[in-house]
Structures are given as C-alpha cells and as structure tokens.
C-alpha cells in the first residue's frame, strides 16, 4: 500500500525540484538513524565544553533521523530544498498527526544557523539551550524509528 497523505505536496515538491527520487533504502535510513544517535550521545557528553558544538550535532541529529523517512520512501532533499525541505516534506505526510512533534525542527534549524551565521547582536548557544534540545532531538529519533515500517516506498 503507498502512502497517500500528502501525496500532492511531494508531488510538487519533486516538481520544483525540491525532492529528488532515489532508490527506496531501509539500509540507508538505518545509517542515518544510527548517525543520529551517536550524533545524540556525543552532544550530551560534550555540551558543556563546546555548547555551539553539541548543538550542531543535535541537530545534524534531528535532519538526518527526519532524512532516514524520506530515504526509506526514495525521496531525497535536492541542494534547492535544502533542510527545509526535509521538514516540509515529513510534515505534509505526518500532519496530522504529529505535526507538534515536527515544529521544533525549524526553531532548532533557525537557532543553529545564527551560530553558524552570527550578527553580532546574535546570543550564543548555551549549555541550557542543547540540554533543552536533546529531549526533542531524541524524540526525531523515536518518530523516525517509529514510521519506517509503516511508510512504504513513495
């Protein structure tokens, strides 16, 4: 059986170039989520000493469980989608329901640009900012782990 929520959004993003199909691959989105996860475990273990740092792999974390859906269906971020569309693309077809879980994806994905790309009005990342954030990056990683078996290959 194919997945049909939000089947014309994908559509259109592969239209507009956004998405790309690939070769369905339950191996790959298995990498990327046992990326995510040591990608998880090294932020806890290092937040303290390198905030900015732990912070970047959390959500490095996030993208790539949020990835692995998409790979697992053969569809992939085209460098014109970007990150946003790896969100845009999970959203259309999980929300509902789970579009709560989903929406701290763009807060993280915004937080960590502005300590990529820093104004000088820009506040670092805090200690307090990764520990908040591990909670929901580990909650990707659950999601992800949760809809592979029920999302077939697009």
Do not use: C
Request: no cysteine; aromatic share 6%; charged share 25%.
């Amino acid at each position: 059986m194919r997945w049909m929520q939000g089947r014309g959004q994908i559509d259109s993003m592969l239209a507009s170039g956004q998405l790309e199909r690939v070769p369905p691959s339950r191996e790959h989105a298995d990498t990327l989520l046992a990326q995510a996860g040591r990608h998880i475990k090294l932020a806890h273990s290092g937040f303290e000493t390198d905030s900015t740092g732990a912070y970047q792999l959390l959500y490095d974390a996030s993208r790539k469980a949020l990835a692995s859906i998409l790979e697992n269906q053969g569809l992939r971020a085209t460098s014109r989608g970007g990150h946003l569309a790896v969100l845009d693309a999970v959203t259309a077809q999980l929300d509902p329901p789970l579009g709560q879980s989903l929406r701290s994806f763009d807060r993280m994905r915004r937080r960590r640009n502005s300590a990529e790309y820093p104004r000088p009005d820009t506040p670092g990342i805090t200690p307090e900012d990764v520990v908040r954030d591990i909670a929901k990056a580990e909650e990707f990683l659950t999601l992800a782990a949760k809809v592979l078996d029920q999302m077939s290959p697009y």
